[in-house]
T-cell receptor, first 116, second 114 residues
C-alpha cells in the first residue's frame, strides 16, 4: 500500500538557522508530491508541489523541496528560518491516475519549533 | 476571492447522534474532498465528490456519507457517532480541468463527541 513517512516528529531550530524536513514515500510509480503547512487551529496551506520536470521546486515563504527518485524522498528545505515558520508540516502524495490526481495520502507530520 | 469555507467551526455531539458538516469550495473549483484529522495525526481521506457523485472513497465506514450540490458545495454526514469520530474535519476543493491536481483546504470543523 502507498504510504508517506516523516521520520521526525518534532524538530527545534534556532531562528536564522537552516531547516530540512524529511519525507519518504512508498509507491510503485512517481506520484504527485506536496508539502503543506498547518498553524495551530488552522487548515492546511500548500507550500509547494512536484508533478514532473525539474526535481528542485520552489514554493512560497522561501521554501524549496528536492525530489530524489532513487531515494523515494521529497525533503523540504529553507535556508534561514523565521519565528513565524513555527507550525506543523505535512508531506503528501497523490496517486497519478492517467494524469488525473487521486486522493492525498499524508504523513503524520513534523512539528517545527523555532527558538530565538 | 473567497477561499474554502466550512461551517460550523466547532461542534459538540453525543455518542449515537448524527452530524452534518458543510463546505463551500474556492471560487472556480468544482470538486470537494473531505478528510479526517485525528489529534496528532495527518489528515486521512474520507471521500471526494465531483459532478454531484462520489468519485473516490477512502477506508471509512458507511456511517460517513456525503453530498454535493449543483453549486459545488458539499455536506459530510456522520451517523451513529462514536467517541473515535472526534477529530478535525477538513474540506478541500480542486478543479477538474487541471486533473484535480491542487487541493486547497478550509479551516476545518472541530467535532467533539462525548
Amino acid at each position: 500500500a502507498q504510504s508517506v513517512t516523516q521520520p521526525d516528529i518534532h524538530i527545534t531550530v534556532s531562528e536564522g538557522a537552516s531547516l530540512e524536513l524529511r519525507c519518504n514515500y512508498s509507491y510503485g510509480a512517481t506520484p504527485y508530491l506536496f508539502w503543506y503547512v498547518q498553524s495551530p487551529g488552522q487548515g492546511l496551506q500548500l507550500l509547494l508541489k512536484y508533478f514532473s520536470g525539474d526535481t528542485l521546486v520552489q514554493g512560497i515563504k522561501g521554501f524549496e523541496a528536492e525530489f530524489k527518485r532513487s531515494q523515494s524522498s521529497f525533503n523540504l528545505r529553507k535556508p534561514s528560518v523565521h519565528w513565524s515558520d513555527a507550525a506543523e508540516y505535512f508531506c503528501a502524495v497523490a496517486l497519478n491516475y492517467g494524469g488525473s490526481q487521486g486522493n492525498l495520502i499524508f504523513g503524520k507530520g513534523t512539528k517545527l519549533s523555532v527558538k530565538p | 476571492d473567497a477561499g474554502v469555507t466550512q461551517s460550523p467551526t466547532h461542534l459538540i455531539k453525543t455518542r449515537g447522534q448524527q452530524v452534518t458538516l458543510r463546505c463551500s469550495p474556492k471560487s472556480g473549483h468544482d470538486t470537494v474532498s473531505w478528510y479526517q484529522q485525528a489529534l496528532g495525526q495527518g489528515p486521512q481521506f474520507i471521500f471526494q465528490y465531483y459532478e454531484e457523485e462520489e468519485r473516490q472513497r477512502g477506508n471509512f465506514p458507511d456511517r460517513f456519507s456525503g453530498h454535493q450540490f449543483p453549486n459545488y458545495s458539499s455536506e459530510l454526514n456522520v451517523n451513529a457517532l462514536l467517541l473515535g469520530d472526534s477529530a478535525l474535519y477538513l474540506c478541500a476543493s480542486s478543479f477538474s480541468g487541471t486533473g484535480f491536481t491542487e487541493q486547497y483546504f478550509g479551516p476545518g470543523t472541530r467535532l467533539t463527541v462525548t
